[in-house]
């Protein structure tokens, strides 16, 4: 299964529907499924030849939604199949990668969240006279760090163009960079 809330989905947003494990389906309804796979996807992959998806059901095991006689995907379990899909070996891999919108927004989270971690701990260090315990310090210490694939998701951007994502809102900046020297030294002065 790759969705585990599928149950709870189906029965909220589709009562006439009845949940099927791929592993328990017919040879005819395995074969509905990836008709109905390769029609909703094979203009996201053209290149992918029927094995690929073959392949894909097969280690996957989705749900399959039943209505009456037909057997459909549902988004959560379409979802996850197209995220498998795209790393198929068969799939040339791009160089340099492509990032999509929710990538970048991700990355921008992870950031911003550096550096207010960051301003944090100079509030923290400068304020309070206390010592993090072991989970509180790893926490910090795990957020203070940089983190390499969000910058380059963020760099890998056109900021300047018509259309281009905004900027995040919020304080950005103002303190010491994450994983610089100052931030591990205040991470001591916190850390036990």
Do not use: K
Request: hydrophobic share 40%; glycine share 6%; aromatic share 6%.
């Amino acid at each position: 299964m790759l969705h585990p809330l599928s149950t709870y989905y189906y029965a909220m947003f589709s009562p006439t529907a009845l949940l099927l494990p791929y592993a328990q389906a017919t040879a005819n309804q395995q074969s509905q499924a990836l008709h109905c796979l390769q029609a909703r996807l094979q203009r996201h992959f053209p290149t992918l030849p029927e094995r690929s998806f073959i392949r894909t059901l097969a280690e996957c095991e989705p749900a399959l939604l039943l209505t009456g006689t037909q057997v459909s995907l549902a988004h959560p379990e379409l979802t996850q199949l197209v995220q498998y899909l795209g790393n198929a070996p068969e799939l040339p891999v791009l160089d340099p990668p492509l990032y999509g919108w929710s990538a970048l927004e991700l990355a921008q989270y992870m950031l911003h969240t550096n550096e207010l971690v960051v301003s944090a701990l100079t509030e923290l260090a400068c304020t309070l006279n206390i010592r993090c315990g072991p989970h509180l310090g790893a926490l910090l210490r795990r957020l203070a760090r940089p983190y390499p694939l969000a910058e380059q998701v963020v760099q890998a951007q056109l900021w300047g163009l018509p259309g281009s994502p905004r900027l995040p809102l919020g304080i950005p900046g103002g303190g010491p960079a994450p994983g610089s020297l100052v931030v591990e030294h205040l991470l001591q002065r916190l850390i036990s």
